[in-house]
């Protein structure tokens, strides 16, 4: 049996904190918010007000938190844990926080005080089943001390080391973010070629234990993004600036992150680039040019990749070749205006996506009329538009004529 001290009951801190209690280990708890503490004192261990109390007459104290910033401040911090700890008292720092900070929080550390690096490599379910790898670096005598405590939570991989650990952590996550932002734009080819999204994750599923997490869906965080974000950017540390493929995956992620996708599962990377990828349109007026003389169209529309759907002039015609409702302009654009909506939800789209609508009227008066109908179904910003006059069109009694192009996305 161990004396610990377990500073931080998170997501990941508080399963493995149960893992070394069911294990038969004397273990004391200290969260910043108390009340995570309860569960655990329940099943027989010790709630601590501060680090510095829970760490009192420890022989190991595990930290399991956010950043480096809460790693120095529950040891180093008002009532931190260090000044409390006895010669020969081993803290293993299980955070991810990146080898730079590892090694400040170890210089800071007294004489006599072990100290190992142990990032974990898994994730909630892991933790539950003790199957975690602890990516340890460390000296041997230190590392051997933390054994009866590891075993309880998985298997431990000795990186090297003090510090060797967390720059494994690392390369591992960095390549885990980067794995789930190539499917998000491998399922984006797959819409843009027309294979089914399922049938290609299925696949994906066969060479990629993420597709597989992509696959399981629903539950819980396991991983949340902000996290991601956070090891990424350690990992790139400035390195990286100005090209590469983590450089790339870390824009991505930070798109996420500004979209305010933080508290939600790394998973949730994928679906975002995928949907990014797809065609996109910008309507609006360039600075540098005086703006419409009326807010009906806009300048200019701006499509990223992706297919677009040209619509062929419509006229109020009915299946048996009449014009429905002959001299009613405000009617005819109903009819028109219902199959154009028709024509656009057949292929994903709406109105919204509409780029450009060009319209052939028969009297130039009646525009008004037009303009009534269009603006109930265009809400949006409205798009680059041309409206002509002619004498007249195909069919006789047709008063106008309306083709579009639109972005499918």
């Not at 009951?9 to 910043?32: E, F, I, S, T």
């Not at 089943?129 to 670096?137: F, N």
Request: net charge negative; charged share 20%; aromatic share 4%.
């Amino acid at each position: 049996m161990t004396r610990i001290a377990f500073l931080g009951l998170g997501r990941m801190g508080a399963p493995m904190a149960a893992r070394l209690l069911a294990a038969g280990h004397d273990l004391a708890v200290w969260n910043r918010t108390p009340a995570r503490t309860a569960p655990l004192v329940e099943a027989g261990a010790t709630a601590a007000a501060t680090p510095a109390e829970a760490a009192a007459g420890r022989d190991l104290v595990i930290t399991m938190l956010t950043d480096a910033g809460a790693v120095e401040d529950a040891l180093f911090g008002p009532a931190g844990a260090v000044p409390a700890l006895a010669p020969g008292t081993v803290i293993a720092d299980m955070s991810t926080i990146g080898p730079d900070a590892v090694r400040r929080v170890r210089d800071r550390l007294p004489a006599g005080i072990g100290f190992v690096d142990a990032p974990v490599s898994g994730s909630v379910p892991q933790a539950d089943a003790g199957e975690l790898v602890i990516l340890a670096g460390a000296a041997e005598a230190d590392l051997a001390r933390c054994a009866p405590a590891f075993e309880a939570l998985g298997h431990v991989r000795h990186a090297g080391p003090p510090g060797a650990g967390a720059a494994l952590k690392l390369v591992v996550n960095g390549v885990l973010v980067a794995n789930f932002a190539a499917l998000g734009e491998a399922l984006a080819v797959a819409d843009r070629l027309g294979v089914d999204g399922g049938l290609a994750l299925d696949l994906l599923s066969r060479v990629s234990p993420q597709a597989r997490r992509l696959q399981e869906g629903g539950g819980p965080p396991r991983f949340t993004l902000a996290l991601a974000a956070k090891d990424l950017g350690l990992a790139l540390d400035g390195s990286a600036q100005g090209g590469g493929v983590l450089s790339a995956v870390q824009a991505r992620t930070q798109a996420a992150l500004d979209d305010g996708l933080g508290a939600r599962d790394l998973t949730t990377l994928t679906d975002h680039i995928r949907r990014s990828t797809q065609m996109r349109v910008t309507l609006g007026n360039p600075d540098t040019v005086p703006a419409p003389p009326n807010p009906a169209y806009s300048h200019t529309a701006y499509v990223t990749q992706g297919p677009m759907l040209y619509v062929s002039g419509q006229i109020a015609m009915d299946e048996d070749g009449k014009v429905d409702a002959p001299g009613d302009m405000t009617r005819q654009c109903e009819v028109i205006f219902s199959l154009l909506g028709r024509i656009l939800a057949a292929h994903g789209a709406g109105f919204d996506d509409v780029v450009n609508i060009r319209t052939f009227l028969t009297d130039m008066d009646l525009r008004a009329e037009y303009a009534a109908v269009r603006f109930r179904h265009i809400t949006g910003t409205p798009p680059t538009s041309t409206t002509v006059e002619v004498p007249r069109l195909f069919h006789p009694d047709a008063l106008i004529e309306i083709e579009l192009v639109a972005a499918i996305p």
